[in-house]
């Protein structure tokens, strides 16, 4: 007697345990509360942004209403926010080139070169990292009144270059690690130059870290707001700082504040989507390492 498909079908199949569905449950509950805890702030920030005055103190909370572009255009209107988003973008994408190309030029003759004072250069360059930004204020206050770099975008560039390009050579030179010596030493025998070897052989092969150092170093840069708040007055004023200027005496204008946060909030998020595959890649090998 021949047995149907459907019967070996099921009897192959085996039974899903209790203490696997439960363990499963429990994950997919994990992951939502997590995922929860991260998005409804951020939803929370763009709906307040569309909502009229009277809507936004409603006691309960309005969770479906008629969105309005009002607060958008009374951010750019009244308080001139997209100079300051300008001001932002320069700033922060001239110290990320700057940043990007001294780490990277660094961090391969740590990785790479054997010379005097290896060590101490390596060392002097993280300390900067472990400087307390107000121990930095006054001399360099004082500096950019005699050079006349103070409310001046060239000024925050080579302030936000000089203070992230220490973590951003630590983080290069661990992925540069990661590429065998061996690989430059071929190279060499090829006849290629130092700056050859690293601009057409390690370069591609590290370029998820470089996809990661570079979110790093234009999020820092962007969402600075102590230097920013010391050195800016009005030329060379960030989004942050403007951001803050929102807080008055009277209280909190809580529809231009959400507006002029969810507008802040999209290079960087732009940014994270067009590289995000070679920045999980980059923060992989960096945790794998």
């Known amino acids: 007697m021949e047995r149907s498909p459907n ?6 199949r085996r039974p899903v345990r209790p203490r696997a569905l439960v363990g499963q449950t429990l994950v997919w509950l994990g992951i939502a509360a997590v995922l ?5 702030p951020i939803y929370w920030l763009v709906t307040i942004s569309l909502k009229t005055r009277v809507q936004i103190f409603s006691m309960p909370p309005l969770f479906l209403f008629a969105p309005t572009v009002e607060n958008y255009q009374r951010v750019i209107a009244e308080v001139n926010f997209d100079r300051y988003f300008v001001n932002s973008l320069i700033i922060a994408g001239a110290s990320t ?3 990007l190309f001294a780490s990277l030029l660094s961090a391969y003759a740590f990785s790479r070169m054997r010379f005097a004072g290896r060590k101490l250069a ?47 050579v630590l983080m290069m030179k661990s992925f540069f690690d990661e590429v065998p010596v061996e690989i430059d030493e071929a190279a060499m025998v090829d006849g290629c130059s130092r700056a ?23 999020i820092s840069a962007w969402n600075e707001f102590f230097f920013a708040l010391v050195f ?13 200027s929102f807080v008055g005496e009277s209280g909190v204008d809580w529809g231009i504040m959400t507006a002029g946060s969810t507008i802040v909030m999209l290079p960087s998020l732009l940014l994270i989507w067009i590289i995000q595959k070679h920045l999980v890649k980059g923060l992989a090998v960096g945790a794998v390492k």
């Open 232 to 244: 800016t007055a009005s030329n060379a004023k960030t989004a942050p700082v403007a951001l803050a």
């Open 196 to 218: 050859r070897i690293l601009w057409s052989i390690v370069l591609p092969v590290v370029a998820p870290g470089t996809a990661a150092t570079a979110i790093f170093a234009f």
């Open 122 to 168: 390596y060392f002097l360059v993280l300390a900067i990292r472990t400087l307390p930004p107000v121990a930095a204020i006054p001399p360099i206050f004082l500096l950019y009144m005699n050079l006349s770099l103070k409310d001046t975008p060239l000024g925050m560039v080579l302030l936000y270059s000089a203070f992230f390009v220490s973590f951003a």
């Open 97 to 99: 080139i700057i940043v």
């Open 7 to 12: 019967h070996l079908e099921t009897k192959n």
């Open 36 to 40: 929860f805890w991260t998005l409804f």
